[in-house]
């Protein structure tokens, strides 16, 4: 796919991932099957979460996707175009904000765009247009040493969104977050989807955050990863940034730790420690 920056309201693009397989270690005398026969059909604009414990195949499969990590068998079609080498037209965020120390926060985010020789001007304009959604301004011009965790992560959102991608692939994002921060770029990164509906694969530990942004969800089970449950996410957007409030949000999050429980990944009966917790992400991470 070329690099374009996409002008569209509804610029995201439908992916298919078919009876996709990965085994470690094929040719060795010790594989490791990680991922069993994984389909799932992705609606352009449709904002999908994976959940799922350490160790299921959810990095796994999202690196398949961006074209990172070859399948060992099974398909990915992306705009109708099959994936067989790293995709370009891409958002890719990972955990770290992995942010050059010696570029300003501006010129981190419009770096990535002179990579992929995206006009200038348009980039800067969009980038400055971002910091001011996610209240950065002030901070444009600082370095990333003189910012908090969370803006330099909300940095690195902007750099993620700033060319408009029509597809937004992000691993844990905000795993480094407080809670409060996690909230707020959590409400801020569904407003800026809503915005030009790109699609979205987002992989979190947090069954609240997968509730609170998704249209969604996949629940993974482990050894090997596949998936064992789809959860349409009817909620109305845009979400409220407290969701404790929306009745059916308790009904959601109580129907993805269930399945946990079947899947014998959480253990709230045997272990009164953990129930005694917020009954919230802690216990997801397995
Ligand atoms: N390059 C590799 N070689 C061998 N095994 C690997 C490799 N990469 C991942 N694995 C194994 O595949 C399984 C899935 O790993 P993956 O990183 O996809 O899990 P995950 O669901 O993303 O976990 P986490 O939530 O901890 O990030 C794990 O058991 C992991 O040890
Ligand atoms: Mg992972």
Not at 133 to 139: D, I, K, M, S, Y
Not at 161 to 177: C, Q, S, Y
């Amino acid at each position: 796919m070329p690099a374009t920056i996409a002008n569209d309201v509804g610029c995201g693009v439908p992916i298919s991932i078919r009876r996709v397989s990965k085994t470690f270690g094929a040719d060795t005398d010790r594989p490791f099957r990680a991922l069993e026969e994984v389909n799932v059909e992705i609606e352009a604009g449709e904002f999908v979460s994976v959940v799922g414990p350490s160790g299921c195949g959810k990095s796994t499969l999202m690196l398949m996707v961006a074209g990172l990590l070859a399948r060992s068998s099974g398909d990915i079609v992306i705009a109708g175009a099959p994936v067989d080498r790293p995709i370009t037209d891409v958002g890719i965020a990972f955990q770290d904000h992995l942010l050059l120390e010696f570029r300003t926060a501006l010129d981190n985010v419009t770096l990535h765009a002179d990579i992929r020789r995206l006009p200038r001007k348009a980039i800067e304009a969009r980038a400055k247009e971002l910091f001011a959604q996610l209240r950065l301004t002030p901070a444009m011009g600082k370095y990333p040493r003189q910012l908090s965790g969370g803006m330099r992560q909300r940095v690195s959102l902007i750099r993620t969104l700033v060319h408009d991608p029509p597809l937004i692939l992000m691993d844990e994002p905000f795993g480094a977050l407080d809670a409060l921060t996690r909230l707020q770029v959590r409400t801020d990164l569904e407003a800026l989807w809503l915005r030009r509906r790109p699609t979205v694969l987002f992989i979190t530990h947090s069954v609240e955050e997968a509730v609170g942004l998704s249209d969604r969800i996949l629940v993974m089970s482990p050894s090997p990863g596949a998936i064992v449950e789809e959860i349409r996410v009817e909620l109305p957007r845009p979400r409220p940034i407290v969701l404790g409030d929306v009745q059916e949000f308790a009904a959601y999050v109580d129907r993805i730790h269930r399945q946990f429980e079947r899947l014998g990944v959480l253990h709230g009966i045997d272990t009164p420690a953990l129930g005694a917790t917020n009954g919230g992400d802690a216990e997801a991470r397995a």
